[in-house]
């Protein structure tokens, strides 16, 4: 037997001493009796009581197994628990833990050797001697609670332990008890000590949200089980008496009592020896206090999880256990956000007071068409409604590149000239006539394409929308991702429908990519609890335009910030394309620009139909932003 090691744990009972007979009395031996042989009524009345014993005995049995309805054991022998939904960004990085209960299930050989042993110490060291219950143990609880007119103490053994989380309540009841005897006995007559041991470390629960071993590694020390030191097993050992007494992170002076406690134990089960003991109890635990690493990225966890839970479930998003590899880049994520709270910051410090603007931002990689990015809103918790991918409102300007490229494939040039001037169009909306206007109110007399896109021209857009036709804008929308209904009237041609951010940013990769678009893609691959991929998604393009008529709009997009309306995106070492929108009254304010390497839109306006103010156009307040983002990636990769 080690040696009782010298740690602040609670003091024991010396034991009793020997009674000792008083003075002055002897004992005296009785004489022998001579036994009287049994008659027959004696061995009828014997025979009836071993009779009525076995009738009480299988009527007791009856009686716990059908009145008490005593669970049966499938759900043991195929031991499924509910597991934690993991998000991992691209580098792998835990984003979101999705789960009704915060459990990762491991293995008992993924385990140091001496982590079961910790909680074979502290909780049954007689584990590997008893059938699934420990007699002894139980008929000390019971006196002591009979004593005392309490239900303090149980006597659960770990094979009890697992069958009242798998299969009862914690209700302190008798009638629990027994059930919960019965059981750990039937369990133990099924399956090994390794087994219950492995399901037992796995299922219980060990304190702020974290249920198994793996779980609360994480939780409390921020690293996997197989990481664990000494000390770091031996303080999740003592958890599962009290988890939220004996938390670390609540009061660290009583969790450090339960661990001596433990290391206590294991010495003197043999499991370690004093000194290492000593030492574990010393060692730094390098406790996890900061365990948000979400990066910003509440708004992209959200769509991810509203796409796998319409497809697979809610209840296999949340208790499923799946492994969802996103196209998530952290660092991305974090200087969208960045720039989005400071362009809306610069926007409220322009305006004065009154409401305060919502802004979203989407990046993509141009060539894979990888969201590594979003941005629903300035402030997540404030509003979890995704202005990026939920909200349909009117891009504008933004529109037109898609009316160009379809009169490009058409046969039109950017050479081809349309008369700019006041026009009157009846029936042109629903009946009305509709007087449309350029944005400055100016006109400008004969027009190019070119320039006409270059300096968002209005009535250039209207004109050639009539020639192309409103059915093939419109096919040329679907065709480039946009899936949200059309208007089918010549104000399509000004970006008169709702159209959600995430569309139009995916619609111009096909400018950027010689004429082939890229849908978007938010998760990689989902891998189940069992390592099968549920399902993986690769990039691929879809041909929609000629690469003659792309290289085209992607060359007068280059012009638009060089000396069109997206100026004000100027500054960047790098190639840009871009193309500004505004609404009606400044209530939109739009910009989708891209290099070789990113494409990003940006919106900003009101959740409320009203004015965003007096020249907040899509380059005067969204372009700002978009530069911001660009910018910090620049001095990143400098």
Sequence with gaps: MAKKIHLPTASKKSPAHKRKTPAGKRKTARSPQRSKPWSHVHCFFFVLGISFALTLFISLTLYLFILLDIPNLKSIKDYNPKMTTLVLARDHQVVKEIFDENRRVVSMAT?????????????????????????????RALFHNLR??????????????????LLLTRKKVYSRKIKEAIL??????VLSKDEILYIYLNQIYLGEGAYGVEAAARTYFNKGVKNL????????????????????????????????????RMAEEGYISAEAARKAFKDNLFLNTDREYS?????????????????????????????????????????AMTAVQRGVAALNTAQGKGENPQAAMLVMETGTGKVRAVVGGVDFLASQFDRAIQARRQPGSDFKPIVYAAALEKGFTPDSVFMDEPISLAGASRGKTWEPKNFDNRYYGLTTLKTGLIQSRNIVAIKLLQEVGINRVARMAKDLGIRSKLKPDLTMALGSSGISLLEMTGAYSAFANHGSYTPPVFIEKIIDRHGNILEENSSGKIRVMSKKTADLMDHILQEVIRQGTGI?????KRTAACKTGTTD???????????????????VGHDKKMSLGKHASGGQVAAPIWLDFMKQLEEENN
């Design 148 to 165: 005392s007119g309490t239900k303090a103490q149980g006597g659960s053994t770990i094979s009890q332990q697992v069958t009242r989380s």
């Design 585 to 603: 009254n400044n209530m939109d304010a739009w910009f989708i620009g891209y290099t070789r390497d990113f494409l990003a839109g940006v919106w």
């Design 568 to 572: 004000q995106a100027q500054g960047l």
């Design 184 to 189: 750990a006995y039937r369990i133990d007559s």
């Design 111 to 139: 385990m140091p050797d001496l982590l079961p042993k910790a909680f074979v110490a502290a909780e049954d060291a007689r584990f590997y001697e008893h059938p699934g219950v420990d007699v002894w143990s139980i008929f």
């Design 295 to 335: 990066f910003g990225s509440e708004y992209y966890v959200q769509q991810v999880s509203n796409y796998v839970s319409a497809k697979y479930g809610k209840e296999t998003l949340a208790t499923g256990g799946l492994v969802i590899h996103t196209c998530l880049d952290p660092a991305l994520q974090q200087s």
């Design 229 to 264: 030191s000494l000390g770091q097993a031996a303080l999740l050992a003592g958890l599962p008496q009290a988890p939220s007494r004996y938390s670390p992170l609540k009061d660290i002076k009583t969790a450090k009592k339960r661990q001596a406690y433990v290391l206590n």
